[in-house]
């Protein structure tokens, strides 16, 4: 499976870097996501409920942060494991730039991901629309939860942005809510 996106954040390059490295913000972030604790230098443990379709199950898994650019990128690589109902496996680019105009930053992502047992069984739509769904999910509560610690961010976008039709949402929550899908996929098909 592929995904890829880009989001306007409200919040400028360098406050988007750090939310998107603090486990903290994106357990909050990531659904389903029961712990995210670091493990060594840009490693961490992380694990999570997932249902698709029929499919629940717990999964527990590696991520681990490469090519390390900060505060413009990194190579999200994970792994995991949900006994009977499958694993999954991938990684994603993630990309922060300032916004070619006005206030913010822009985050763009790539992810590829793989998925095999139970989960794998349910459908390549099925999973396609749960993915979609774990991204959307994700960058909506990242977006809430940069509107609480920045709001001053926020009540600056609400001015052009808002008017230009443009939601304002974290570039890491783009890269982390395509990231944890594809985790999540990745270890329901193990």
């Given amino acids: 499976m592929d995904m890829q996106g880009s989001r306007h954040l409200a919040v400028s390059q360098q406050q988007a870097w750090e939310a998107l490295n603090d486990p903290g913000v994106l357990k909050v972030c990531i659904p389903g996501c029961e712990k995210i604790e670091p493990t060594g230098e840009g490693q961490y ?6 249902r698709v379709g029929p499919v629940a199950a717990k999964f527990n898994g590696k991520i681990a942060l490469e090519d390390v650019t900060p505060p413009a990128s990194y190579t999200i690589r994970f792994e995991g494991q949900g006994g009977p ?13 300032p916004p070619l105009e006005g206030r913010g930053c822009d985050l763009t ?14 459908g390549q739509r099925l999973i396609d629309g ?10 909506k509560r990242f977006d809430d939860e940069m509107a609480k610690r920045y709001p001053e961010a926020y009540a600056a976008a609400a001015g052009p942005v808002a008017v230009a039709g443009k939601k304002p949402v974290p570039v890491w929550v783009w890269a982390a809510g395509a990231i944890v899908a594809l985790a999540i996929l990745w270890l329901l098909a193990r």
């Fill in 45 to 50: 443990a992380i694990g999570m409920a997932v």
């Fill in 85 to 97: 109902a499958g694993f999954g496996k991938g990684s994603a680019q993630v990309k922060l730039a």
């Fill in 109 to 122: 992502y790539t992810a590829q991901a793989q998925v095999g047992g139970k989960i794998a069984q349910v």
């Fill in 130 to 139: 749960v993915a979609k769904s774990m991204a959307e999910d994700f960058f």
